[in-house]
């Protein structure tokens, strides 16, 4: 039988378990006697440029099993902007490799430059199958994608934790400001972090709702009096009624921006006009790097995505990317069909309004059902006497 | 024989082991046949003034388990600046609850109080014992303080994982803010992420040196020209050449003082003078929160003072306070001597000059050295081809 090589490919920004979807190409990949080598572009697309290529088929199972635990991603990733050219010269550069199934690990973008990878190999026999990663959950047709859960994990074990702190000492409003610029998954769940429904998060601000400064500070002091601590979960992202955002960007080169930190915006808003101490927490990165906040779940659906996509490419499937749908019944199950990679390319899923409440201050018991099977792990359970 | 009342006190802010300090003090309290009601004064000095005691002598073993993993303080805390009176009025409510012994768990505010409650007793039999306890490590007469190594461990997980972020993606300069006003004891810390050496962080800023900007930004520019992404740990206390903290407060009432954010602050330096992507992490609470990064020596020291504190005051030692020694030899090995609290009373401990490099941007492989056994379980060891 002809054996063919494999390039996997990373793109955008890491997952706690973009690194355990690679582990779950490479274990499938290494299980197929249809795959010689197992490139891994390093860097990303512009890897594949440059023909910075890596073969993993010879890993050790103890470096393999490393992979589950490492953050960001082991063979790197960018965020070039491809061109018309760059496409066709790729597709020559997997001739010359003898590359026949190509999987592009990413989110929303990474989807766009599978299909348009696909369609300048149309007349070559080149396999594209994408694999879904993002925290933010924005890609379209699946239920969630792999890297949420464990975003989701860490924000509302953070939250618990910062809300513990505060109980102690209740002197001041904390704002924790959550990723996911345009939607608003991760800081819905913040809300996971309550028992029985009470304690922090007290309030949530999401950027799906347009942000009104007075109805934050109405909420932010009336709930100050009542408790002396409060704890305030809010996207990275918050934009006014007009859609712009509430801190410009202090940085912007072509698509790479940077926005100034809301959180830090929003506690001097609330010492300046409400005179109550006040401070921003910004955990950042730490949110999808977390290594002990990573879902086990989250961990075994990477694992899966990476194998199945390793399986769909070795059928002959070609520009789709491995979805992820919960099957129904009570319990918590998944089944990962195949999706057109058209239906996924550039487009964003954002919370639907039935998560967010009336106010636009929190999320809604819907939200929290469908969310929490996700954690699976229950969060710790603290004990208080205050 | 003769019962008397045990009462414990908590002070300031809390750590990721207070709650391990107040279970040593439960379960050594309820081995003595001397104790009768173990009482926790809610909400701090103030729950004293308030008699708002609760009996804990009475909690099961899983609730007393539960506080091993508890962060902020179970019992409360407090920050208020106790009066002449106060101490007086104390000593009077220590007799009409037939407490004998009172334990003051905090850092250095409190072991001023710890020590003043003593001198307003001193015609009573009461003994007051105080039990160390700061994340950031600057009580002085101690080797370390509880609460330190938890601290020292998260930063340097975090960093460890924010560096492999941004190895994977090297598009920015991330500027990581770490917990410490005035001695930099977490922020060296951070140096433990790096393996053999080497990776994050790249550049590690002090309290205890003048920060100046230009030194700053030329180290900044030259590392980003090398590696594309660079990772700094500043502390949030960072100063100026006269003395003055290099963001302004921007809160400020009484003893509570809030500034603003040293990494939101630097990164836009970065932006504006190099025209580099530069972004802040700012953990902020989760340093002396997250459970996940509470170190096991800590847990363990932290139970121990707790214990030792309860036979220091029974066996008629006042005024006192438990402290951290570390034995001589090859392995790490800690004694418990009692400090007269007069020693320690207000004295801040800051980062000796040995442990700073000359250039003022890391520090040396001495702090390394001493440091290296608090966080005893190794950090996880990340795996990467890029």
Not at 311 to 335: D, F
Not at 355 to 361: K, L, S
């Amino acid at each position: 039988m002809d054996k063919h090589n494999l390039l996997i490919v990373h793109g955008g920004g890491p997952t706690a378990v973009l690194n355990s979807s690679l582990y779950g190409v490479i274990t499938e990949a290494k299980s197929s006697d249809r795959i010689d080598k197992i490139y891994a572009s390093i860097g990303g697309s512009e890897g594949i440029l440059r023909e910075s290529f890596k073969d993993l088929s010879v890993l050790t199972e103890s470096d393999l099993g490393k992979l589950l635990h490492t953050p960001g991603t082991a063979i790197g990733s960018s965020r070039y902007a491809l061109t018309e050219e760059d496409y066709c010269h790729m597709a020559d550069i997997f001739l010359k490799y003898n590359i026949k199934y190509v999987l592009f690990n990413g989110g929303n973008g990474t989807m766009d430059t599978c299909g348009k990878v696909q369609e300048a190999c149309k007349d070559r026999e080149i396999y594209v199958v994408g694999i879904p990663k993002t925290v933010d959950n924005d890609i379209a047709s699946i239920d969630h994608a792999p890297g949420y859960a464990s975003a989701a994990r860490f924000i509302a074990t953070a939250t618990a934790e910062i809300g513990a702190d505060v109980r102690a000492l209740p002197i001041h409003v904390c704002i924790i400001e959550a990723m996911g610029r345009n939607a608003g998954w991760i800081t819905a769940a913040s809300a996971l972090a309550r028992k029985d429904g009470k304690g922090a998060p007290h309030l949530i601000y999401l950027p799906e709702r347009a942000f009104d400064e007075e109805a934050f500070l109405e909420d932010v002091e009336r709930l100050y009096q009542e408790l002396g601590g409060v704890v305030v979960v809010v996207s990275e992202g918050l934009k006014d009624s007009v859609g712009n955002p509430i801190v410009p960007p202090i940085f912007q080169q072509g698509r790479s921006v940077y926005y100034g930190d809301v959180s830090t915006h929003l506690a001097g808003l609330v010492i300046r006009r409400l005179g109550i101490k006040a401070r921003s927490e910004k955990p950042g990165l730490s949110g999808r790097a977390s290594m002990a906040n990573q879902s086990g779940l989250d961990r075994e659906e990477a694992i899966l995505v990476g194998r199945e996509a390793v399986k769909a490419a070795l059928a002959g499937q070609a520009a789709v990317m491995v979805g992820i749908r919960r099957a129904g019944g009570e319990e918590y199950r998944i089944e990962t069909p195949l999706i057109p990679i058209e239906k996924v390319m550039l487009e964003e899923k954002k919370l639907p309004e039935k998560f967010i409440n009336p106010r636009g201050n929190d999320v809604t018991e819907e939200f929290i059902r469908g969310c929490r099977p996700l954690l699976r792990e229950p969060l710790p359970d603290f004990i208080h006497f205050n």
